[in-house]
């Protein structure tokens, strides 16, 4: 059974910075595009950053510059580098990992809160 677990998550003051980590088991890693995606109280779940089996990244307009994600095939492990955290970044982080329509796994989720 494929595991996506993510850790890294907790409060942080705005401004300020968390790295979260999603370990995977179970896949073939290095064919996959591994993306985070964050789902705020009564919003709908939206893509945060991704990184392809190449190591090409797509960000969301509101996270560039501020967010980085990464991966380390040898870990079966992505990265979310969070700098500059506002409260708006306040969220469940969930970490996808999508091959075609048959194979795509979600985490359970990490709670970040941005608060002072």
């Known amino acids: 059974q494929v595991q996506l677990v993510e850790s890294g998550g907790g409060l942080a003051q705005p401004g300020g910075s968390l790295r979260l980590s999603c370990a995977a088991s179970?896949?073939?890693?290095?064919?996959?595009?591994m993306g985070w995606y964050r789902q705020a109280p009564g919003k709908e779940r939206e893509l945060v950053a991704s990184i392809t089996s190449a190591g090409r990244t797509n960000y969301a307009d509101s996270v560039k510059g501020r967010f980085t994600v990464s991966r380390d095939n040898m870990k079966n492990t992505v990265y979310l580098q969070m700098n500059s955290l506002k409260p708006e970044d306040t969220a469940v982080y969930y970490c996808?990992?999508?091959?075609?329509?048959?194979?795509?796994?979600w985490g359970k989720g990490t709670l970040v809160t941005v608060a002072s």
């Open positions: 996808n990992a999508n091959y075609d329509s048959s194979h795509n796994y």
């Open positions: 179970r896949i073939i890693f290095s064919i996959y595009t």
